[in-house]
């Protein structure tokens, strides 16, 4: 299966494609996550991105598109993935589809997690990661960051949510409640069945 998860930042994407993607048996791949493994790893790709990053403004597209390409070449993601992240602009979801067309895929389903902004303000400030068995804040979990973020996402990725709709593959779901609860929703909506444990015919 080759899916796509949105969402606005603090929707849950990161938890529930990990544990959808676990049940597929397909690999989740996080921009986010990569970009953020480069910024620590002081990768060259790491260098070029930080400064987005910290400000919570999208890394520019030639860049993203390029290393999703890459992502999707190997062999992992042969047989079906979920993106998390990815796209974020019309333009990136245009040339995803592009992309596809040239290998001969296509995407089944898109997942939209809805949420509204007071309480994904509420989930960002309170947010914390586990680095090296601490808790730490993301630099751009801060208020002021996590406002310019929702802005980003309401003008340049909210867009993309009605590009799939008119290709017919937005399904969109409240993500709202608890994580075992948003993920049955969201198996619903792939149409596999068995939500509480096990994927049925996938
Ligand atoms: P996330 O972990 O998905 O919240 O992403 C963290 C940050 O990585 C974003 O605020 C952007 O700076 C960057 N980023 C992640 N995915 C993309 C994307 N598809 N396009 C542009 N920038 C991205």
Redesign the pocket.
């Known amino acids: 299966m080759r899916i796509v998860l949105l969402g606005p ?1 603090g929707a849950g ?2 938890t529930q494609a990990q544990i959808i993607a676990g049940k597929l048996g397909v690999p989740a791949i ?4 990569i ?2 493994a480069n910024v620590s790893g002081q990768t060259e790709l790491g260098k070029q ?1 930080k400064t ?2 910290d400000a ?4 520019p ?1 030639e860049i ?1 598109v390029a290393m999703v390409k890459d992502r999707l070449a190997e062999p992992d993601a042969e047989q079906g993935f979920l993106l ?6 019309i333009p ?1 979801a245009e040339q995803l589809r592009d992309s596809l067309t040239d290998l001969g895929q296509k995407l089944d389903r898109v997942v939209e997690l809805v949420v509204d902004e007071d309480e994904l303000v509420r989930r960002l400030s309170g947010r914390r990661m586990v680095v090296d068995g601490k808790e730490v804040q993301r630099d ?1 979990d801060k208020p002021e960051t996590v406002r310019h ?1 929702l802005g ?1 996402y309401r003008e340049q990725t909210a867009p993309v949510a009605g590009f799939y709709e008119g290709e017919g593959l937005l399904s969109r779901i409240d993500a709202i409640g608890e994580i075992d609860e948003v993920t049955g929703r969201a198996l619903r909506a792939l149409g596999v069945e068995g939500e509480a444990g096990q994927p049925a015919g996938v």
């Open positions: 930042p994407k990161g996080s921009t986010g996550d970009f953020r991105v987005y990053l919570g403004n999208l890394v597209d993203t998390d992240g990815f796209p974020r602009s990136q751009d973020r980003v």
